[in-house]
């Protein structure tokens, strides 16, 4: 294998591209109106380039008023017809490519189109990106004298019109460049495999003798691969198995709940942790530095961003570019993209840590989230205090959801919980009255109606049995890959459903 060859193109390419990224941290509002102008221009013959005049569009106060924004919902009947095998309706490209999303908590899949442009220009370039910045910040880096271990989805042809569907990661699995190919494992078909359980033999058999050097994957399904591969072999550390591991490139949920399960795992101090934000409607951040928590944000890869300011009490209809934002505000977030989403409500929210250069952290999902009694809670205020309480208490979550539970017979409302321990705190009730406090310390409201239990009583937990959760998404066909637990629902659905089965 030519790995020295791959290691010099890499470097070259890092310092070609490090100026690119330079660029758009100092021009950000320029780079982005530029943005929107070649998105604008590109799909202007297209049938939804007619209905809004796209020809006449040339500044983004234009754009914003003459463009509706979308929920998938409301921009579905157009992404079908591309489905049903029409074409030059909102992309000038011909699309065959629809990332299947798991990013909604019903159980039917969004259907996400992905161009070729988008592949190119933002997913894969995103890819390389990430490489850059981590090999930028670590010049002794030896990442690509060994292999990445890449954990993907898997891949289904819509029968129909022989357009494609799947996992986005087994869409880039399936469509990566030669270079990519050559430093990484396993190999496509084992990658694309769908029984997650067979993947996962799969995987250990094909991977074990190879010099792994970096991980890439969703925490919840690599931790899962780890475990399993720890157990065949017998060992008690990742690093005792690939002892030239130095970094995992992750995303897909929250990392904080699985830091310390990881780092129970590989005993390597000096072992680098990278997030990325790579969702299936784009590639949107990228760690850019060693210990950092926030994001780059990505502002060349043909994608236009807009933000609307989520409020402590309720959603403001406002939408802002990016030089209207400010720091620690929760936005939800608005894209258009080079794979045709116009003005598009992804359902992410975020905060900006930085505005010089733009970083942001990912604060939640616009749907993800308990408000039952004004309390206004969101995933961040969640896992910030469990990061907190396991630490504290020196237990191990493999996962978890809250639900409430509301009033009824007089009696208050709570938070329901379902935990799956590897590892249970010695004191149930200290770490539920801890997590309960931190929670409070994040969030003004819910603190307010936890206060001599006026509105809300205190959280209940209910211990899940072992695999409990992956039982669950077993049942719903939704094992491996990107797929993942609901953590907060503003009703009881899926929280109900859970406690059936355990």
């Keep these: 294998m030519p790995f020295s060859f791959i290691n010099t193109v890499a470097s070259w390419m890092l310092k070609k591209r490090m100026h690119q990224i330079e660029l758009f941290v100092k021009y950000p509002i320029d780079v982005q109106n530029e943005e929107l102008k070649k998105l604008v221009q590109q799909a202007k013959k297209t049938e939804f380039g007619k209905k809004y005049d796209f020809s006449s569009i040339d500044n983004y106060q234009t754009f914003s008023e003459r463009v509706p924004s979308f929920t998938y919902e409301e921009f579905f009947p157009t992404i079908k017809k591309t489905i049903n095998g029409q074409q030059n309706i909102f992309w000038s490209e011909n699309i065959k490519w629809f990332a299947q999303s798991s990013g909604t908590t019903n159980s039917v899949s969004k259907f996400i189109p992905v161009s070729n442009s988008s592949l190119d220009n933002c997913h894969f370039k995103g890819g390389k990106d990430m490489l850059c910045l981590y090999l930028n910040n670590n010049e002794n880096s030896n990442m690509f004298l060994g292999k990445s271990l890449r954990l993907g989805g ?39 495999m769908d029984k997650w359980d067979e993947k996962i033999d799969a995987i250990i058999k094909g991977t074990l003798q190879e010099d792994v050097r970096s991980l890439a994957g969703v925490p919840s399904w690599m931790l899962t691969l780890m475990n399993k591969l720890l157990k065949t072999t017998g060992n008690k550390y990742i690093d005792d198995i690939w002892k030239n591991l ?85 936005y939800s977030m608005l894209i258009t993209t080079n794979s045709g989403l116009w003005r598009y409500k992804i359902g992410d929210t975020v905060q900006f840590t930085s505005l010089d250069p733009f970083r942001i952290i990912i604060s939640g999902r616009t749907k993800h989230f308990i408000n039952a009694f004004g309390e206004e809670v969101i995933i961040d205020n969640v896992e910030k ?51 309960d406090l931190f929670i409070q310390d994040n969030n003004t409201d819910y603190k307010a109606k936890r206060f001599k239990n006026i509105t809300l009583d205190k959280p209940i937990l209910h211990s899940a049995r072992k695999n409990l959760f992956y039982d669950w998404l077993k049942s719903k066909n939704k094992v491996g890959g990107q797929n993942k637990i609901p953590r907060l629902s503003n009703d009881r659905k899926f929280f109900d459903e859970l406690l059936k089965i355990s």
């Design 154 to 192: 898997s891949r289904k042809i819509y029968e129909n019109n022989d357009n494609y569907f799947g996992d986005l990661s087994a869409i880039l699995i399936d469509n990566l460049p030669i270079w990519a190919e050559l430093i990484s494992t396993p190999n496509n078909e084992i990658s694309l």
């Design 246 to 330: 130095e970094v995992y490139f992750h995303g897909g949920v929250s990392f904080k709940p699985y830091r310390n399960e990881f780092n129970n795992i590989i005993c390597n101090k000096d072992f680098k942790y990278y997030e990325v934000y790579n969702a299936s409607e784009g590639f949107f951040g990228i760690q850019d530095t060693n210990n950092g928590r926030d994001l780059l944000l990505m502002l060349d890869y043909g994608i236009f961003y807009e933000f609307v300011e989520v409020s402590d009490q309720k959603k403001s209809e406002k939408i802002v570019d990016l030089s209207q934002v400010k720091k620690g505000v929760n």
């Design 385 to 435: 205090a469990l990061e907190k309480v396991i630490k504290k208490h020196q237990c191990k979550v493999v996962d978890y959801t809250i639900a409430p539970r509301f009033m009824q017979s007089g009696k208050k409302g709570n938070h329901d919980w379902i935990i799956e321990f590897s590892k249970e705190p010695k004191n149930i009730n200290d770490f539920m009255s801890d997590l």
